[in-house]
């Protein structure tokens, strides 16, 4: 059935614009990071991760940025392409968790030609 | 490489029919296979974890004889959802590791689960 919930949190970038997500995690023991695209109807799919000794690990046109003093995780994309267009979740792992994830909240991204 | 297969994508069914989705790690061994539950415009709901050979352990809240949770195999975990109800219709997605908690997790691309 349908469920009443939280509507997500929409960014709206033009084409070639960089995009700026961000996320609050909820575990200062978390220790491993990862963000995560979905398309619609389909299954998360990995973008970057990053562990908790680091505060910016670089991928081809994605940087993850952690700052575990407040608890904040940020992915920006350069040159936004419309094949960007998804929601975007963030997870955190705690070690002892069993490799649990927790994800946020996510954020739709919608990229304008 | 690590590609995760759901099946079916896609499943209409009666209220009070018991419905199987089968996860597979198509080119990796799955040590340990996941399940989440995620509703229309919101987050991914993990429902439990499965370790190969062992029982499931279930999330809180999650009634583990209305979702039973085999994983007999290194590739392969299926989720029975039994005597399904409306309220059950959801997306279901599975997804698998290799590593514990030092590799990411690779995903399906989810079961569309809808009960009349």
């Known amino acids: 059935g349908e469920s009443v919930g939280l509507h997500l949190p929409t960014l709206s970038v033009q084409e070639g614009d960089n995009s700026i997500i961000n996320c609050a995690y909820s575990?200062?023991?978390?220790?491993?990071f990862i963000w995560y695209k979905q398309e619609s109807g389909k299954g998360p799919q990995f973008i970057i991760d990053i562990r908790s000794n680091m505060d910016k690990r670089q991928g081809q046109r994605v940087t993850v940025l952690l700052n575990k003093t407040v608890k904040h995780l940020s992915l920006q994309i350069a040159a936004t392409q419309p094949g960007d267009s998804a929601v975007y979740f963030c997870?955190?792992?705690?070690?002892w968790g069993g490799g649990k994830l927790i994800f946020g909240q996510g954020t739709e991204l919608s990229v304008k030609p | 490489g690590a590609v995760v297969s759901q099946h079916p994508s896609w499943v209409i069914c009666k209220s009070g029919t018991s419905v199987k989705i089968e996860c597979r790690s198509l080119?990796?061994?799955?040590?340990?296979m996941f399940w989440y539950r995620q509703f229309p415009k919101q987050s991914l709901m993990l429902m439990a974890t499965s370790n190969e050979g062992s029982k499931a352990t279930y999330e809180q809240g999650v009634e583990k004889d209305k979702f039973l949770i085999n994983h007999a195999s290194l590739t392969l975990s299926t989720l029975t959802v039994t005597s399904a109800h409306p309220e059950d219709s959801s997306f279901y997605i599975c997804s698998a590791t290799s590593g514990g908690g030092n590799q990411p997790q690779h995903f399906g691309d989810g079961t569309r689960l809808s009960i009349l």
């Open positions: 997870a955190e792992i705690l070690p």
């Open positions: 575990n200062s023991a978390s220790d491993y």
């Open positions: 080119d990796f061994q799955a040590t340990t």
